[in-house]
């Protein structure tokens, strides 16, 4: 199965903003280290909405929290 990184910036009240690139959030003044890299399945990436992946990464994160 191909993915596509996308790397999450999660926010204290359980929130996330995602970015392209690990780059492209430090231009945005975010803080690399404290982003997460989140393996988003192609076909999601190239064919959802911006709900489907969220719905991707939010239900990543919730595994990651329950590991």
Do not use: H, W
Not at 5 to 16: E, I, N, Q, S, W
Not at 61 to 67: D, G, R
């Amino acid at each position: 199965m191909e993915t596509t990184p996308l790397y999450v910036l999660r926010r204290a009240d359980g929130t996330f903003k995602f970015y392209v690139t690990p780059d492209y959030a430090k231009e945005q003044g975010v803080n690399p280290d404290k982003l997460v890299c989140v393996e988003v399945t192609s076909s999601i990436y190239a064919n959802g909405s911006v709900d489907d992946v969220s719905t991707f990464i939010a239900q990543e994160l919730e595994k990651e929290a329950a590991s």
